[in-house]
């Protein structure tokens, strides 16, 4: 399990990730309790974050071809994420949850449209009304 906060909103939540992650993390940890990669008690996060972002996930983007397009390149793994537990079938609302959202209504502004049980329903209503 990892627990955070949000940045923008705050927001405590805690995302399990399967063993085998959790087993990686812990065997680069650095011996603090606290952060994974940093063996520091006060951690600079804008540094870290500058770091990662140059050293490791620039890299994998470039590798695989993918531009920024004017988007937050690594931002697109927290939307690929969201959509793809949405297409799983998890609900909008725990979904909203997940992502420390202060309401529901930014996750349907921005992952409504992959909800498919939401549009298989209103295909039904709608088609329900042709009899």
């Known amino acids: 399990m990892i627990a955070t906060a ?13 063993p085998n992650v959790a087993e990686e993390l812990l065997s680069v940890s650095k011996n603090n309790p606290r952060y994974i990669f940093s063996s520091k008690e ?11 972002r140059k050293y490791f996930i620039a890299p994998v983007f470039r590798a695989a071809n993918i531009s ?12 690929t994420f969201a959509v793809d537990l ?8 725990e979904d909203s949850k997940l992502f420390g959202h202060k ?19 209103l295909n039904a209503l709608v088609v329900g009304t042709w009899g």
């Not at 951690?43 to 770091?51: E, G, L, R």
């Not at 004017?70 to 793994?77: E, I, Q, V």
């Not at 949405?86 to 609302?93: A, F, I, T």
């Open 6 to 18: 949000r940045q923008k909103t705050g927001v405590d939540l805690a995302v399990p990730i399967p």
């Open 42 to 52: 006060r951690v600079d996060v804008d540094a870290i974050t500058k770091s990662w």
């Open 86 to 93: 949405l297409q799983k079938g998890v609900p909008l609302e």
């Open 103 to 121: 309401s529901i209504r930014i996750t349907e502004k921005h992952h409504a449209k992959w909800v498919k049980a939401r549009q298989d329903r």
């Open 68 to 79: 920024k397009g004017g988007n937050m390149a690594s931002h697109r793994l927290h939307d």
